[in-house]
């Protein structure tokens, strides 16, 4: 597509469910990236894609959350046992690949709201 | 580790008038990137500006320049005949060359007044 969709744009799920959010990159971007954003902070990386590959999930905060990708298209973010914490902007972006990632372009993010 | 810090949480600037935006960093890399993103309402984050560590002449797009000292490490942004619709959250963040993990600042609410 013309630029990096997400959905859905708002979440609020209950303490405790699984939720999971998706992210279309830009048709021919090898590279997907997840970020983070809490309240008032800046962006934390979670996770690298390379194709469907994940060569760096150093970011991801705990073994709740997971990503996949399916080849080098749609990626799938999923919390489980969500917590109040894990409220957040959740942000995707792609980029052509990996080593170029000046070329980032980035999602409107979904913001997930546990209560 | 690199870090980038934005110091000044929140900032006004009048309509037409000129604002600057601080941003250090702390980095033991001799080759990185430094950039300005824009997050409107919208979420979406927008490249403003980049700079390339060894370029040491500042990098300028229309209305927006940068001060990159690079012994200091520090490099603020400059925005001229400030707009309307320039309000926004504006963050600081640094790229090692060859990589793709953005180190964020905190980042800062920019409010343009009319």
């Known amino acids: 597509g013309a630029g990096v969709s997400q959905s859905p744009s708002n979440k609020v799920t209950e303490k405790g469910k699984d939720v999971e959010l998706r992210c279309d990159p830009i048709s021919g971007h090898t590279a997907l990236y997840w970020y983070r954003q809490r309240l008032g902070q800046g962006l934390e990386f979670l996770i690298y894609f390379q194709g469907n590959s994940a060569p760096d999930k150093s970011g991801l905060p705990s073994d709740r959350f997971s990503a996949e990708r399916t080849g080098e298209s749609v990626s799938t973010l999923t919390i489980q046992r969500t917590q109040q914490e894990d409220s957040a902007v959740y942000l995707c972006a792609s980029s052509p690949n990996g080593l170029q990632g000046l070329y980032y372009t980035f999602g409107s993010g979904t913001r997930l709201t546990v209560v | 580790a690199q870090t980038v810090t934005q110091s000044q949480p929140e900032m006004s600037v009048q309509e037409a008038e000129t604002v600057t935006l601080s941003c250090t960093y702390d980095t033991s890399e001799n080759n990185y990137y430094l950039f300005w993103y824009k997050q409107p309402p919208s979420r979406q984050m927008i490249l403003v500006i980049r700079?390339?560590?060894?370029?040491?002449q500042n990098a300028t797009e229309n209305r927006f320049s940068v001060n990159f000292q690079k012994a200091a490490k520090s490099f603020s942004l400059k925005i001229s005949d400030s707009q309307l619709g320039d309000t926004a959250m504006y963050f600081c963040a640094f790229m090692k060359t060859g990589t793709y993990k953005y180190i964020f600042g905190t980042g800062t609410r920019l409010k343009v007044l009319a």
């Open positions: 700079q390339e560590a060894y370029k040491q």
